[in-house]
């Protein structure tokens, strides 16, 4: 894919302030009971402004997250106005084969973590891209012999001190950007046919010569097949990034819900009623959310409660045979005679990131290019 680089078009104005970032993320292994969420075990905290570091970068275990896995990191260290994160899930046919799925799904965001967290932008003499890092953290992968096998789909976003946010989907992981009371962006997902998506794969030669003897095709896309998509973020803007163990359980509506009612109940969104009803952000609350991670702020720290909220839910409407998920819905329209009912109990990875505008005037409007 070319380089293209980003410029703001005509009809907009970048802010003076820079941006800085608030990120939580949460997740539950698909075999991990119903439980009241615990810090560093069922949800986790990462802003980038965090003075000295309490870890280089933010990244998931095999015991939290099963197959699915997450990073957040800044993007070299002590940088706050620029971050990296995402989301990969584990292709789980790869159970089959007698391989563990998670090997890749978390190796490939360990890289990515790592990777972008030693990035050194003056030194590389340009910015850090999406699709890069991810070929990047494949390269790795696939030079790994201790990873034999395995796939993932993976989606990933940078984010620089203009708000200024470039993600990159490559399968069924999805992501949203929500401003007050509105989805604001969506990534569509990338599919062979229903429940069989784009996917990273590396397949031992052996495995290859088999697949040539019968036929048989298993599928293998490069980071270069990935979607990618710039926009623009203000002041309070929320990204969501979460795997399918979310969206087949949550709609974006349903996310949208669970954001709006978090936002509301802590005072960051509210109605103005002289605009018929319209949902506002309360900047300057905004720009309190604590710039570094301390014991009192821990059940309280805002991208956190997102990120647990979502979990929560996309939780338990898997494991509610009386839902009717999007999953099911998407079945029973293919398959009528399956009679799906219910949820996808799954494993889940959730990514929330909120940018903050520490000072300065506020973007006027968002920006969206698809490449």
């Known amino acids: 894919m070319p380089y293209i680089p980003f410029r703001p078009s005509s009809s907009s ?6 941006f ?15 439980r009241q969420p615990q810090y560093n075990r069922d949800y986790f905290l990462y802003p980038s402004t965090n003075t000295p570091a309490q870890q280089p970068y933010l990244r998931s275990t095999k015991d939290v997250s099963g197959e699915d896995a997450f990073f957040a990191t800044t993007i070299g260290p002590g940088n706050a106005h620029a971050v990296s994160f995402g ?20 190796g490939i965001v360990g890289y990515m973590a790592g990777s972008a967290h030693l990035f050194d932008e003056k030194e590389e003499k340009k910015r850090l891209r999406p699709l890069a890092l991810l ?11 201790r990873i034999v096998a395995g796939g993932s789909t993976v989606s990933l976003a940078v984010a620089d001190e203009t708000g200024a946010l470039e993600c990159a989907n490559l399968g069924d992981s999805s992501f949203l950007l929500l401003s007050p009371g509105k989805i604001t962006h969506r990534s569509p997902i990338q599919t062979h046919a229903f429940n069989t998506p784009y996917q990273l794969s590396k397949i031992p030669a052996q495995l290859q010569a088999q697949h040539a003897i019968f036929g048989s095709q298993h599928f293998a896309e490069t980071p270069s097949q990935a979607d990618v998509t710039r926009h623009s973020v203000r002041h309070g803007d929320i990204v969501v990034f979460a795997t399918d163990g979310v ?26 009623n002289s605009s018929g009803e319209e949902m506002m952000l309360d900047e300057g609350l905004v720009r309190k959310i604590p710039q570094e991670i301390t014991k009192d702020v821990r059940e309280t720290f805002l991208p956190g409660l ?21 999953f ?10 399956e009679g ?32």
């Not at 899930?89 to 998670?102: A, E, F, K, R």
């Not at 997102?306 to 999007?326: C, F, H, V, W, Y």
């Not at 799954?346 to 903050?356: G, L, S």
């Open 20 to 34: 800085t970032y608030r990120i939580g993320a949460s997740s539950a292994a698909k075999r991990a009971p119903q």
């Open 13 to 18: 104005s970048l802010a003076q302030g820079k």
């Open 135 to 145: 070929q990047t953290a494949f390269d790795a992968v696939m030079a790994n012999p």
């Open 87 to 106: 989301v990969a899930d584990g292709v789980g046919g790869w159970q089959d084969q007698g391989v563990d799925p998670s090997d890749f799904s978390h």
């Open 306 to 326: 997102l990120a647990t909220a979502i979990m929560r839910e996309a939780k338990s409407a898997g494991l509610d045979r009386r839902r009717n998920s999007p």
């Open 247 to 272: 969206w087949d359980n949550l709609s974006a509506q349903d996310a949208l819900g669970i954001v709006t009612k978090v936002m509301c109940d802590e005072g960051y969104w509210f109605h103005d």
């Open 340 to 371: 799906w009912e219910g949820g996808k109990p799954d494993d889940i990875a959730v990514v929330v990131c909120i940018a903050v505008q520490e000072d300065g005037e506020v973007q006027e409007k968002p920006i969206k290019a698809k490449l």
């Open 328 to 337: 099911a819905k998407e079945v029973n329209a293919r398959y009528p005679d």
